[in-house]
Structures are given as structure tokens and as C-alpha cells.
């Protein structure tokens, strides 16, 4: 039991109390045990949303070929934890996401009303060309523009060091573990 409490605590970064008691709900199933408490993560990371993130980081990260660079404004709370080396190992972590994925937004909101109409026109000439009938075109349209703006937004990409998670998610489970409030505040990519 304490060995599996071990790995849990590893893999999540949870407490030990936490890891018990997520452990007893769980029957002993230690992936359960996972989920529980990634989902106390993120009712932990609901109720700090709120919360002001005027602290934080600025990283950068350059490959290894010197031909792409990227910066990621990392906010938080306090600058207690804005000097936290969790904290500044997230911002390193999304900046060679950045790197490795361009996404061109931080939130799917964030994709302009026009870049997608532009893929709708395109989308709606291909589903009339497979004669898809009308009522069904729209709804296809509606899952498209989902899957288009979440591709092109930095927190619903999934995660290029764990592709099981999506960069919000990671970010989630460090607020759970830290604390406090974490949001990108801003993006940037270069490459030659």
C-alpha cells in the first residue's frame, strides 16, 4: 500500500493524505485513484479562476537546430511561487510545446470569427461534393469548427511531452499541486 501511495504521489504530485483518501474511493484502483484526484485538481483550479494572476514569468525556449524560438508569459498569484521552480519548469514545458505544435491562440475563443469562416466555405463546398444532405451538414459544420479552433489553441492541443493530456490539463494539475491561479497570458513563436 505505501509503495502504491509512492508511485501515486510521483505521478500527481497530491499529498498523502489526499493520495489515501482518493485511494479508498477508489476500491484500491490505482488509476481511478488517478482520475479522482485529477478531478479534485480541477474543482480546485475552477475556484481559483477567479482569483487575480498578476505575478509570473517570462520563459523562452530555443531548439536545438537554433531555428525556432518561442516565449511564454506565465502568470500566477504571488511572486513566491512566480520564483517557484515547478512553476517556471510549467512555463518551460508549454514554451517547447509552443515550439513543437505553433499554436496560433491561447483558448479556442481566441480563433478569429473570419479565419473560420474562410474553413466553413471550404468545409461546405467538400461535404457538397460527398452529397451530404442539408440538416446532416450542419451538424458535421458544428463538430468541424470545434476540432478546428481546439487544434489551433494552446490549451486544448494535446501535450507534446504527454499527448494523454491537453496543455489546460497540465496546467490544471499545477494549480491543484501549487496552489494558485496559473494562466498563459501570452504567446509567441519565431522560426526561421
Same mark, same amino acid.
Given at each position: @500500500?505505501?509503495?502504491?501511495?509512492?508511485?501515486?504521489?510521483?505521478?500527481?504530485?497530491? *499529498?498523502?493524505? !489526499?493520495?489515501?483518501?482518493?485511494?479508498?474511493?477508489?476500491?484500491?484502483?490505482?488509476?481511478?485513484?488517478?482520475?479522482?484526484?485529477?478531478?479534485? *485538481?480541477?474543482?480546485? !483550479?475552477?475556484?481559483?479562476?477567479?482569483?487575480?494572476?498578476?505575478?509570473?514569468?517570462?520563459?523562452?525556449?530555443?531548439?536545438?537546430?537554433?531555428?525556432?524560438?518561442?516565449?511564454?508569459?506565465?502568470?500566477?498569484?504571488? =511572486?513566491?511561487?512566480?520564483?517557484?521552480?515547478?512553476?517556471?519548469?510549467? *512555463? &518551460?514545458?508549454?514554451?517547447?510545446?509552443?515550439?513543437?505544435?505553433?499554436? &496560433?491562440?491561447?483558448?479556442?475563443?481566441?480563433?478569429?470569427? +473570419?479565419?473560420?469562416?474562410?474553413?466553413?466555405?471550404?468545409?461546405?463546398?467538400?461535404?457538397?461534393?460527398?452529397?451530404?444532405?442539408?440538416? @446532416?451538414?450542419?451538424?458535421? @459544420?458544428? *463538430?468541424?469548427?470545434?476540432?478546428?479552433?481546439?487544434?489551433?489553441? $494552446?490549451?486544448?492541443? !494535446?501535450?507534446?511531452?504527454?499527448?494523454? @493530456?491537453?496543455?489546460? =490539463? $497540465?496546467?490544471? +494539475?499545477?494549480?491543484?499541486?501549487?496552489?494558485?491561479?496559473?494562466?498563459?497570458?501570452?504567446?509567441?513563436?519565431? +522560426?526561421?
Amino acid at each position: @500500500m505505501l509503495e502504491l501511495i509512492k508511485k501515486i504521489r510521483e505521478r500527481t504530485g497530491a *499529498g498523502v493524505v !489526499a493520495v489515501k483518501k482518493a485511494l479508498d474511493e477508489a476500491g484500491g484502483d490505482e488509476e481511478k485513484c488517478i482520475e479522482i484526484l485529477r478531478k479534485a *485538481g480541477q474543482s480546485k !483550479a475552477a475556484k481559483r479562476a477567479e482569483r487575480k494572476a498578476s505575478e509570473g514569468v517570462v520563459v523562452s525556449y530555443v531548439h536545438s537546430n537554433n531555428r525556432v524560438a518561442t516565449l511564454v508569459k506565465l502568470l500566477c498569484e504571488t =511572486d513566491f511561487v512566480a520564483r517557484n521552480e515547478e512553476f517556471i519548469n510549467l *512555463g &518551460k514545458d508549454i514554451a517547447m510545446h509552443v515550439a513543437a505544435m505553433d499554436p &496560433k491562440v491561447i483558448k479556442p475563443e481566441d480563433v478569429s470569427a +473570419e479565419i473560420v469562416e474562410k474553413e466553413k466555405e471550404i468545409w461546405r463546398e467538400q461535404l457538397a461534393n460527398e452529397k451530404k444532405p442539408a440538416e @446532416m451538414i450542419e451538424k458535421i @459544420m458544428v *463538430g468541424k469548427e470545434k476540432k478546428f479552433r481546439e487544434d489551433l489553441a $494552446l490549451l486544448t492541443q !494535446a501535450f507534446v511531452k504527454n499527448p494523454e @493530456m491537453t496543455v489546460g =490539463d $497540465l496546467i490544471i +494539475e499545477k494549480i491543484g499541486k501549487i496552489g494558485e491561479n496559473i494562466q498563459v497570458g501570452e504567446i509567441s513563436r519565431i +522560426e526561421i
